[in-house]
Nanobody, 124 residues
Framework: QVLLVESGGGPAQAGGSLRLSCAAS????????MGWFRRAPGKEREGVAV????????MCADSVKGRFTVSRDNAKNTAYLQMNSLKPEDTAVYYC?????????????????WGQGTQVTVSS
C-alpha cells in the first residue's frame, strides 16, 4: 500500500520561507515521479512542481517559478518543496503525489497516489 505523508506546513509571513517534506512508503520510491499540488480556498487543485523519477528534471507552475524548488532524496524516500518569497496567494493545502506511469506533468491525471495534505497559510 502506497503511503505519502506530508509535513512542514504551517503559518508564514509574506516574504518568508517554508520547506515541505513528503515521506513515501509502500513502493519502490525511485520508480515514481514526484509532484506537489495545492488547493487554495474556493479554487481547483493545481499543479505546483514535479520532478521526473529518472532524470531529475523538474517543471514548475508559472506562479511559483523562481520561488519554489522541488527536490528528492531517493535514499530517504522523501521529496521536498522549498518555498521562498512566499506570498499570501500561496495560501493553500499542499499535497504530495506519486506517479508511476510514463507520463509526467503538472496534471493530476499523471499521478496515482496522494498524501493527505498540509496547510500553508501566508499572512501579509
Amino acid at each position: 500500500q502506497v503511503l505519502l505523508v506530508e509535513s512542514g506546513g504551517g503559518p508564514a509571513q509574506a516574504g518568508g520561507s517554508l520547506r515541505l517534506s513528503c515521506a513515501a512508503s509502500g513502493y519502490t520510491y525511485s520508480t515514481a515521479h514526484m509532484g506537489w499540488f495545492r488547493r487554495a480556498p474556493g479554487k481547483e487543485r493545481e499543479g505546483v512542481a514535479v520532478m521526473h523519477r529518472g532524470s531529475g528534471s523538474t517543471m514548475c507552475a508559472d506562479s511559483v517559478k523562481g520561488r519554489f524548488t522541488v527536490s528528492r532524496d531517493n535514499a530517504k524516500n522523501t521529496a521536498y518543496l522549498q518555498m521562498n518569497s512566499l506570498k499570501p496567494e500561496d495560501t493553500a493545502v499542499y499535497y504530495c503525489a506519486a506517479g508511476r506511469g510514463w507520463s509526467w506533468s503538472l496534471r493530476e491525471a499523471d499521478f496515482d497516489s496522494w498524501g493527505q495534505g498540509t496547510q500553508v497559510t501566508v499572512s501579509s
